[in-house]
């Protein structure tokens, strides 16, 4: 096959895909509408939402049924990020329009709110106090689908014409069994399991249906949006609380480990790396926020506890959930949190930040180095982690791939961080809010809001974006892209002058 060729099959083979995500996104954006039986009162909304869908499906499907079974070998992983990265931003892009149309928000706040949403971020500059349930809804539509992501909802229904690259692409490649399709339905499988458990709980401990609803999809997804102005702080329930933790905790399970919990293999769980790293990580903060953050401003006991317990959890999950402000708090308990978003979930969850996995990796790798250096010159060790119920040897290429990843997020925490700061934020709240964005947290110290300078907005949308598709995955596909334009323009060019000739 001439390579001119090949490469045209291969754009039409994306494009067929990004067709699909097309018509995924044209009916999420129709989902809002079944709650209008239940508020008859927002039935002026629909069209909205309807004039939104009906021409993002209609054109996914011309590009389905146009460029479809072009080719039937899987896409290579930097292939499937180039339909990630389109996925991704046509995403952000429709589902910003009910934000126009309803909230009559500018495009770069219905953006941000937009590229929050799908990210699993939380961070928001709507009134939820103002805003029509419909986009309450939608909102939380589109973080519970960005928690799954596109690739899992995908693979899920086609079958596996590219679904090993796109999990690559997107961040994920554990898979439950050894079918990708398979393993992607599982997925969706216990996520319902999730969302069941979520809203019959929610709806016991106190909650309206609606609320109970909207919690769960976001709560399962880390995504921390609420239907409340004060979060779960509005409740003031423990046994609201309670739910919310059970459900961070279940959101930040890698999928793999959550496999494995439902199938009550509790040692296979427990000997998983992640696992020990979050208890202790979650055990050494709450001491921490307890002793010198919330028994200092809380004069309640029990209220000092609860707040040291959630606060914690919610960070390190990436969930950004609150029960409290943190304006009054010390520097003490915000550099902690700080660091717990910074950190993130479990690989392969719904979770943000570095990762558990990579951070464990890091401290064995660190480990494993001291007692090569104590060991006899010509010891021969291969160091191995637990993961599922096998065990995984590491090599020193897995190591340097982590440790580059490490540093570039610190490099563009850094960045961003100094980026908010020179708008004449204080330091300690541009770290706090850019941690919160890069590490697709929702947790804020008030920075962001509907007023926030436009340096500030755009940085936290492009951090959103790095934390939620990982760096690799957009400099490969953007170097994917910028290559086959050249290899495209130089072929044309060649055909011009063959043509003069």
Known sequence: MRFDQFLIDKYRTIASQIGFVLILIGGLILIPLLILPFFPDQIEYYPVFVMTAIPLIIVGAIFVLRFRNIRSQPLMTHEAGVIVLFAWIGAFLFSAIPFIKVLHLSFPLALFESVSAWTTTGLSVVDVSKAPNIILFWRSIMQLAGGAGFAIMMVAALTGLSGSGLSKAEGRSDQLVPQIRRSAQIVLIIYSIYLGFGIIAYSF?????????????????????????????????????????????????NFVSAYLLLKLRFRSFFRNGEVHLFIVLTYIAIIILFIF?????????????????????????????????????????????????????????????????????????????????LSPPNAITQPYIWESEKKNYIHNQQIGTI????????????????????????????????????????LSVGVTSATMVPAILWAEIVGMFLGRLEFFIIFVSLIAIFKDTVRIIQMNIFRLKRKRI
């Not at 490490?406 to 709240?429: H, N």
Request: charged fraction near 10%; glycine fraction near 10%.
């Open 205 to 253: 401990a106190g909650m309206t249906f609606f609320d109970a609803i909207n919690h769960t999809f976001c709560a399962i997804s880390t995504g921390g949006f609420s239907t409340q102005t004060d979060s779960i702080g509005y409740w003031n329930s423990l046994k609201i609380e309670l739910v919310t933790i059970i459900l961070m905790i279940l959101g930040n399970l």
């Open 293 to 373: 953050t919330s028994s200092v401003i809380y004069s309640d006991l029990s209220k000092s506890i609860r707040v040291a317990i959630f606060e914690a959890i919610s960070a390190l999950t990436t969930t950004g959930y609150s029960t409290v402000s943190y304006h009054n708090w010390n520097d003490g308990g915000i550099m902690l949190l700080i660091i717990l978003m910074l950190i993130g979930g479990g690989a392969c969850s719904t979770a943000g930040g570095i990762k558990q996995y990579r951070i464990y990796l890091l401290l064995k790798s660190l480990i494993w180095e001291i007692k090569r250096w």
């Open 403 to 442: 440790a580059l990843f490490f540093f570039l997020y610190i490099i563009t925490y850094f960045i961003g961080s100094f980026t908010i700061a020179l708008t004449g934020v204080p330091l300690r709240s541009a770290f706090f809010e850019f941690a919160s964005a890069l590490g697709t947290v929702g």
